[in-house]
């Protein structure tokens, strides 16, 4: 039986650091893990160099593997320093652990601050941000919707906002509230015209100030509809915002899959959770034989991706005509029409990201910058 990473992550759970009284996965110390077969590997980072310390937990982990996972593991644990762990944790061991931190709000009143974010252009991000949020605020859940898409925002279009946000006596903005969500999007202040020559650093500070400067009030869920790609912009967005998790869409051809598994690196990279994949475009259904499906753009291809990298795959979406319409016109789908398949497929999707950071938040630690790692 192949070992799985959940299994690692349980078993070094039993491993206690000695100086913060904590153990290895709360403290968040367990970094790169990777599990193939009866192979297990992975980086044990601590606060500061200590060998006798390091060759001490290193053996733990390894008793704790063989006892509570499989005893004829083979193991290769790398020993870093992280000195960000230092500030972070502190000498004295009283600090608690960052994973609870995880339940209280992450800025200001949010609790949780989800991305949608795709490799490739127009797979169908905005759409499904857009029916999330309406489906999430449908469960009685407080949410709002930031689309940070400076060169090309989306929310505007797809929710009919044609009027100006007001600004409270304390200079902040006030997002629109429509279909139950609490919407901000850069295209609602910047003419998209004059954005098109704004660079990378003018963007994330618009986003920067479109996290602080917006009255957000208590929210469970941030849903932050991401610029397409992988490069810069997004990497600084994603590292500007705390984020609690992210959730990649990809449609099923290898083109975007290609794009989709660099999207999810780049979340490993900067430590934020990937609550899953959805696979957009799955399947076109024609109106006129909804019983057919189509599969024009290859079977399954986002499902097998999200096997493959072990992240949870949390749905697919039918290419449909209604789908294109209601965002064109303003009403999501899952607002227009609840009661569709494809509204229910939707909600159903919703559904597992709210149970996917329900389980991450219980065992992941919190995002962190990336910080340059110095190996003995
Ligand atoms: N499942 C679907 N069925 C039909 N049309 C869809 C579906 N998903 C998205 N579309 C349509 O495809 C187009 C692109 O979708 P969308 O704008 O959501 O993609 P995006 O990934 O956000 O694009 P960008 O990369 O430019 O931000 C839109 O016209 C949208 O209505
Ligand atoms: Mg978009």
Redesign the pocket.
Known sequence: MSIHKEQVKSALAHVIHPEFNKDLITLGLIQDLITQDKFVSFTLELPEKNDQLAERLKKECAEAIRKYVDAEAVLDVTIGINISKQRELGNSGQQEPQQQTRQEPVLGGVKNVIAVA?GK????????AANLAVALAQTGAKVGLLDT?IY?P?VPTMFGVTERPNITTQKKLVPIKKHGVHLVSMGFLVDTDQAMIWRGPMVTSAVKQFMQEVEWGELDYMILDL??GTGDIQLTIVQTVPLTGAVI?STPQTVALDDARKGVAMFNKVNVPVLGIIE??AYFVPDDMPEKKYYIFGKHGARKLAQKLEVPFLGE?????I??ET??SGTPIVAADPASPSSIGLKEIANRIQQSLAIRISELDQTEKVEIKIRP
């Open positions: 795709s252009g127009g797979v169908g991000k905005s759409t499904v898409d090309g989306s610029p397409p869409v957009n475009m979406i039918p290419l449909r005509e789908i294109r965002s064109d």
